[in-house]
């Protein structure tokens, strides 16, 4: 697959087709040392129409981001074009293409030296690998990892940019490392008082009979596109929806349980902690081609 990237100047309301391989961004910009900027990773589905999943569900986090950070309220129209524009490159370099995932990132930007910035963004494509169809089929394993802040603090501390998607992963990635380092796929994050989060890139969904229940994003935790699409449409496939504070046992105790987001779609999570899940593979089934239907 053919690696596209393309330059988005929020001032000037430009989009450039670039070299993803060539250098591109100043090391002053302040999303690259200090992380300062925010981005969504969305999929998008390529058949008799390209359907970018949850299009505009991402695009209005990615707005809720921009103002959480005191950054511009970026452009519909800009920011269209830009994703269109990478769908387009990478489908005229592979006509066979099915499915792939496009990242947009807007940055705070290189401080001027008048004390001014100049967010910049851009958009390019993101596989959907192995690793995702492997958990596509066959579900993963979490082990629970404090996340290191009492539930529902962010909605005391805006400062924590709890809920926003910032370009500041290392923590979430670093929580993958270490649950590797424990034999695990994922992390399940949990308060430090206990309320089961999400893992660090997706969100958690378990069934309760005919409930969905998931947590409630104001505990602190990213509020996903795709478990929103899927509380969306819940009732089409007769079930209830319910926001919850759960605790670990609920989520052992589930009728089935899985980490969803955006590149994933909807995986099964076999084990928390050594303590095996019931599958649920008819409802997997059910939400994956719910979420690739957009
Ligand atoms: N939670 C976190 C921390 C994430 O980074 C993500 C996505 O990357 C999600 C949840 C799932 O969000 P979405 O379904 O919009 O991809």
Redesign the pocket.
């Known amino acids: 697959m053919t690696d596209a990237l393309v330059l988005i100047d929020p001032a000037a309301s430009t989009v450039e087709v670039a070299d993803l391989g060539a250098p591109q961004l100043p090391v002053t910009d302040l999303s690259a040392h200090r992380g300062d900027g925010i981005f969504e990773?969305v999929l998008v589905r390529i058949g008799d129409e390209v359907t970018v999943v949850?299009r505009n569900?991402?695009f209005e986090?990615f707005c809720a981001s921009a103002s959480a950070l005191g950054l511009p309220e970026p452009e519909p129209e800009l920011w269209d074009r830009g994703l269109d524009t990478v769908i387009a490159e990478v489908r005229a370099a592979d006509p066979n293409l099915t499915e792939v995932g496009v990242r947009y990132a807007l940055s705070r930007g290189a401080q001027n030296p008048d004390g001014s910035q100049t967010p910049r963004g851009w958009a390019f494509n993101v596989p959907v690998d192995e690793k995702i169809t492997h958990a596509r089929a066959e579900g993963i394993s979490a082990v629970s990892l404090d996340r290191g802040y009492d539930a529902y603090l962010g909605t005391k501390a805006p400062w924590l940019l709890i809920g926003a998607?910032t370009l500041s992963y290392a923590v979430?990635q670093a929580a993958g490392r270490y649950a590797a380092t424990q034999g695990a796929d994922e992390a399940l994050f949990v308060s430090h008082d206990g309320v089961v989060l999400?893992?660090?890139?997706?969100?958690l969904i378990i069934r309760r009979g005919d409930r969905l229940l998931t947590p409630n994003p104001e505990a602190g935790?990213?509020s996903?596109?795709?478990?929103r699409l899927i509380f969306d449409h819940a009732a089409e496939l007769g079930f209830s929806t319910e926001y919850a504070d759960l605790g670990l046992n609920d989520v052992i105790t589930a009728d089935g349980a899985w980490y969803?987001?955006?590149?994933r779609t909807a995986v099964t999570l076999n084990e928390v902690d050594g303590n095996p899940i019931t599958r649920d593979e008819e409802l997997t089934a059910q939400l994956q081609s719910l979420i690739k239907a957009g």
């Open positions: 990773t949850s569900r991402h986090r998607k979430n999400e893992g660090p890139t997706s969100n935790l990213l996903g596109t795709t478990q969803v987001s955006s590149m």
